[in-house]
């Protein structure tokens, strides 16, 4: 047992550096994790976490959809010790059909990576998470990768942040070299350079070369100028390094590299560890704050079913928000005030799992067997109880009809989509204009509907009927009363969520611009999240 004194857990506490990398797929997450995961010695070979063909795959494949594709639907932690640091790095799937899941993610997490593709820049699954990072004030650190290679000019890449996401940008390193000729980078905050070397796949943590700037510009003359004048541009634009604009999430810290190379990701180790916010005490459903010292508590930010095929087992994955988690404490759940035995905490990512004895604030655990869970519910212990407000429901972008393909299993279609809402697993709408109670499904991401609809069928014996409806544009309906407005249209409608939030539902950007030409009085607002998170 391990004593569970105030200061022993704000120490603990004061360890932790929680974050998840945002990024567009093929922008190098996975590469990025394995090599973050390398310096840490967590897995002795690059290439351990990766579930693309010829590698070695960890990457958890729960449903077979999921096996058969061979990506990852779900998310979890990977924890890692680096120095005195304990970092739990959160995975939000990459893949294009992405879902609510991934966004739930961020409201566990303390910071962001935004890992961007040095020819791309700014990608737009990147832009949809950096949405909810901006709607929970987490600061971003953004690593700009595969700098060994041809990409844009670093100055574009850093106009784009300021002009399409409002991020001032705030380089750390700069670098050093024209596109493809990648000769490493100045660090600007002691001036000196860092010589970019290769190392064999990228397999093996290179130890880091340092030239003072003067033998920086001898060896490398007019490159070297150039990138310390290009430097200067941004700094004398208010790109100056300041941590408390980190912190407040108005600017963002830079850094080049190349993930698959491990240049820079040491680098952006050390950086998390003295910058990233520690965690903090949680607010609760009152706006209290509940002191990282109280007694243990956590909420669930993620459910999933079915990640063993052979038991069919949920694990609700719950971030530890105070106190000190023992493995076979008994906690309530506070949605319930029942009892939830934590026998079997373990610690998932991948295909690896292992029994988690002790957690602390910042801390994920997966609490197996726990079908009595819900996203959004808090745990805690004994007293004082409290609850943390519930995760928000984010804006969908895909909408069908469901009805039951065997009306004579209606009442358990019923009940299985009542499940599903509850769980997060899709969003649930309706309208009187639609009549019979005929729900309209919605997701953020298509994958949503085929989990729904495959559990539908397996769990309730109720297979789905879904069509898809086109639209394709939405916002949040402020005023009720403008309702009948929306849906004269034929290529519009409102629909009511079960949170109550009216969505206005276009077919596409134009008819919604027009329809507001004709109606200037219609409000309609950006809907990146609702609820009370
Ligand atoms: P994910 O989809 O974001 O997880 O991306 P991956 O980690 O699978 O990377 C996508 C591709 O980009 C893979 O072929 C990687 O080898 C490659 N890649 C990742 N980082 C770098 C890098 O720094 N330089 C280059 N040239 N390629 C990279």
Redesign the pocket.
């Known amino acids: 047992m391990v004593p569970s004194t105030s200061s022993n857990v704000a120490a603990e506490a004061g360890r932790r550096r929680t974050f998840a990398v945002i ?1 567009h ?8 994790t394995e090599a973050l995961a390398l310096h840490a010695e967590v897995i002795s070979e690059a290439g351990a976490v ?1 579930g ?1 063909s010829g590698r070695r795959g960890v990457v958890s494949d729960w449903l077979e959809m999921e096996r058969s594709r061979g990506i990852s639907i779900t998310s979890a932690a990977l924890q890692f010790a680096y120095g005195d640091a304990v970092i739990n790095l959160l995975d939000t799937p ?1 893949h294009a059909d992405f879902s609510e899941d991934t966004y739930r993610v961020l409201s566990a997490v303390d910071s962001a990576v935004m890992l961007l593709d040095a020819a791309k820049g700014l990608e737009p699954q990147t832009l949809k998470l950096f949405d909810v990072c901006r709607y929970r004030g987490i600061p971003v650190i953004t690593f700009i ?5 041809p990409g844009r000019e670093v100055l574009e890449l850093c106009d784009e942040l300021t002009e399409r996401i409002g991020l001032q940008p705030m380089p750390l390193t700069w670098p050093v070299g024209v596109a493809g000729q990648f000769r490493g980078v100045l660090d600007l905050v002691d001036g000196s350079f860092v010589r970019y070397t290769r190392t064999a796949g990228g397999a093996t943590a290179a130890p880091e070369e340092r030239l003072d700037p003067g033998r920086a510009e001898e060896e490398l003359g007019a490159e070297w100028v150039s990138a310390s004048e290009e430097s200067e541009l941004i700094t004398a634009a208010g790109g100056e390094f300041d941590a408390a604009r980190f912190l407040d999430a108005s600017a963002t810290p830079v850094l080049f590299g ?4 491990n240049f820079g990701v040491r680098h952006l180790l050390d950086l998390l560890v003295e910058l990233a916010p520690r965690p903090s005490a949680r607010l609760d459903v009152d706006e209290r704050p509940r002191a990282l010292d109280a007694p243990f508590s956590a909420f669930v930010f993620k459910v999933q079913t079915g990640m063993d095929p052979a038991h069919r087992d949920q694990v609700a994955f719950a971030r530890v928000c105070s106190g000190v988690f023992e493995r076979g404490m008994v906690v309530t759940n506070a949605s319930t005030a029942r009892p939830f035995a934590t026998k079997y905490a373990q610690q998932v990512f991948g295909q690896q799992r292992s029994t988690v004895e002790t957690a602390y604030p910042g801390d994920v655990i997966g609490l197996v067997n726990a079908s009595a869970l819900r996203v959004g519910d808090t745990l805690h212990d004994g007293k004082p109880a409290v609850r943390f407000p519930g995760l928000p429901s984010f804006a969908p972008a895909h909408f069908a009809v469901a009805r039951p393909a065997d009306l004579s299993r209606a009442k358990q279609f019923r009940k299985g989509i009542e499940q599903l809402e509850s769980e997060g697993v899709v969003q649930v709408l309706r309208s009187d204009r639609r009549g019979d109670g005929t729900p309209v499904v919605a997701a953020v991401g298509p994958m949503q509907f085929e989990v729904a609809a495959h559990r539908l069928d397996a769990e309730f014996k109720s297979p789905v009927k879904l069509d898809h409806l086109p639209y394709t544009t939405v916002r949040r309906l402020t005023d009720p009363a403008q309702r009948s407005v929306v849906d004269s249209g034929g290529r519009s409608e409102v629909l009511t969520r079960t949170d109550g939030t009216e969505l206005a539902l276009f077919v596409d950007d134009m008819t919604m611009r027009i329809m507001l030409r004709r109606n200037p009085d219609l409000a309609l607002e950006p809907l990146v999240a609702e609820g009370s998170a």
């Open positions: 990024s797929p093929d922008a190098g997450k996975s590469t990025l990766h693309k990459g990768n595969k700098w060994d290679r190349a993930a698959v190379l």
